[in-house]
């Protein structure tokens, strides 16, 4: 597959790079080994200087001195150097061209092995973005949504969302990149943590999403279901109408207005049920006025909660 593909890229450049890091560091030993051995040899030479100066000490007349000294110079092809009590050569130090290209050499590969990091702390900071070239319209000013946390219809929020953004000329790829926008809690979690591997459209979205939420539309309200629904001490109607009606709604075979009707009053608080059980309703929204009249009155004060 086209994932796998690029999973197999990604493995052989690190791979390489990898690969790239071991030889630099068996390049950098090696010439540390050489300047090393380009030091020793210095080091030799001032011994045969220190030599020669011996020879000198033995030597009284002056003239035949100086003579000497300059002959041990010559032969020994170096530039005298003072050598302290310990054996240790004195005063500034000068290396050989051979050297000083070495040590150039290996501060150049340490400063890049320094700059090269390890396969398994490297970020591609491109994935961070789904789509890098998504780019809102002058002016676009994103749309105050109610947010999905989880719950719900799938479909019915990507229609809220779809009718909001393409107005304000949202294409395909603003609509992919701004989607986790209209998303929170546990929605916005999982949306966040997909692999982008399986998001490269707007389709690829709006599959994974309604998929993920498949479940949330299959589960069936039973009539059971909305015949225990009942409305709860300081619960006022209208709040429990639309609880129930919500529930309701979710039902594959909802049942006729005379039977929701049966249901709700059955449900309801007696000071709800004495006013509104005797009354005739021709249709549910018709029950609906009467309760919201019954809650109006109580409020006010004139009928007494029982």
Excluded at 176 to 191: C, P, T
Excluded at 197 to 205: G, R
Excluded at 206 to 221: P, R, S
Excluded at 230 to 256: G, L, N, V, Y
Aim: hydrophobic content about 35%; some cysteine; overall charge negative.
């Amino acid at each position: 597959s086209m994932a796998d593909g690029e999973s197999n890229i990604t493995a052989a450049v690190l791979n390489a790079v990898m690969d790239q890091i071991d030889a630099l560091t068996q390049e950098t030993e090696k010439i540390r080994k050489m300047s090393q051995e380009a030091m020793e040899k210095q080091v030799s030479s001032s011994q045969i200087e220190e030599a020669h100066a011996e020879n000198l000490k033995k030597v009284s007349d002056p003239v035949s001195q100086a003579h000497v000294e300059d002959s041990a110079k010559a032969q020994s092809g170096v530039k005298s150097k003072p050598v302290n009590l310990d054996g240790e050569l004195d005063g500034p130090q000068f290396l050989s061209t051979d050297s000083i290209l070495l040590s150039s050499k290996i501060e150049a590969l340490e400063k890049a092995l320094k700059g090269m990091r390890r396969a398994d702390d490297m970020v591609d900071v491109t994935s961070y973005s789904l789509f890098p070239k998504a780019r809102m319209p002058f002016s676009f000013r994103m749309p105050e949504l109610e947010k999905f946390d989880g719950m719900g219809c799938p479909k019915t929020h990507l229609k809220m969302y779809v009718r909001a953004m393409q107005p304000r000329g949202a294409d395909d790829e603003l609509l992919a990149q701004m989607f986790q926008e209209s998303l929170k809690g546990s929605a916005s979690k999982w949306y966040l943590s997909l692999d982008e591997a399986k998001l490269k459209t707007w389709e690829d979205v709006c599959t994974e999403f309604t998929g993920h939420y498949k479940y949330n539309t299959e589960i069936d309200v039973t009539r059971r279901d909305l015949e225990t629904t009942k409305q709860e001490q300081k619960e006022s109607f209208s709040t429990f109408i639309s609880r129930w009606r919500a529930k309701a709604s979710q039902m594959t075979h909802r049942p006729t207005d005379y039977e929701q009707i049966q249901m709700v009053l059955k449900s309801l608080l007696p000071t709800y049920h004495k006013y509104l059980f005797s009354q005739y309703f021709p249709n549910f929204q018709a029950m609906v006025i009467a309760g919201t009249q019954v809650e109006d009155t109580l409020a006010s004060g004139t009928l007494k909660v029982e």
